[in-house]
């Protein structure tokens, strides 16, 4: 192949990430650029990605769908590495990626199986491994994202894989940072909800809920996991009570 086809850009979406994102670009110091996509972080967030040599985009936030293609149309190259500002690229993963292409590559995307750290334990179930969300390596001529406020899926023009090495998440560090979390992404989560005309009657207040606790106790075997399995089996039910009942409030108040 053309030693251009064989680069690779790395990109991450931030804001007020300065308690992780040393250990992300140094993860990602492999990569041929970086690309930062930030929404105006007051921490330090983008001073410690200049350090990497990081491209910065700052981007007022808009969804995550919309901020993804922003870093899609900066890349200089085609071929292209997304990571979380909650998650690091194992070295293995890494040669993999360079492997997969001066190869030749057999798909235009490829899945990446991500092992998630949760309370002091890599999770075995509950849906988290191997997790494959969306693709996370990609040619971004084949690939673009829907412009979703939150859960964004993604649009393939062309043939997807699946590599074996892992990309490594630590989403949750405590009860209280998930529970921040969940907070937000229930948000958006309603207004996306509220935007497509949808309704939070009250069987979905009272049975989505549980439903999505038995999905991931139950079906997903988060039993398995023990306490933990079961703490973030009732964090789940928790964030979909409270998207239907945020859901509910904005067409009260709409």
């Known amino acids: ?19 992780q994102i040393r250990a992300v670009m140094e993860s990602l110091k492999w990569a041929d650029e970086i690309i930062l996509v930030d929404s105006f972080s007051t921490d330090g967030t983008v001073e410690i990605a ?3 040599g990081a491209k910065i985009i700052s981007e007022k936030f808009c969804g995550f769908g919309k901020l993804r293609n922003f870093a899609l149309d900066a890349a200089t190259h085609d071929w292209m590495f997304s990571l979380d500002s909650d998650e690091r690229c194992s070295p293995e993963l890494a040669e993999e990626m ?3 292409l001066a190869a030749g590559p057999t798909a235009d995307a490829y899945h990446v199986p991500r092992k998630s750290h949760f309370l002091g334990r890599w999770m075995k179930h ?22 979703d406020l939150v859960h964004e899926t ?38 996306r909800y509220f935007n497509a005309g949808k309704k939070a009657s009250l069987t979905k207040l009272l049975f989505s809920p549980l439903g999505m606790f038995v999905k991931v106790y139950v079906l997903q075997s988060g039993w398995r996991d023990g306490r933990h399995g079961f703490i973030l089996a009732k ?3 928790y964030y979909t009570f409270l998207k239907y009942a945020k859901l509910w409030e904005l067409h009260q108040r709409r």
């Open 154 to 191: 993604y649009k393939l023009d062309g043939t997807l894989g699946y590599l074996k090495e892992h990309a490594l998440q630590y989403p949750w560090a405590t009860i209280e940072i998930a529970t921040a979390k969940l907070q937000r992404y229930s948000t958006l989560m309603a207004e």
């Open 98 to 100: 360079r492997r997969t």
């Open 126 to 147: 509950c849906g988290w491994y191997p997790d494959y969300r969306q693709p996370q390596f990609f040619n971004r001529n084949k690939m673009r994202y829907a412009e």
């Open 1 to 19: 192949m053309n030693p251009e086809q064989t680069k690779i850009t790395a990109y991450v979406m931030s804001f007020n990430e300065a308690r």
């Open 50 to 52: 200049k350090e990497f």
């Open 235 to 237: 964090l789940y039910a």
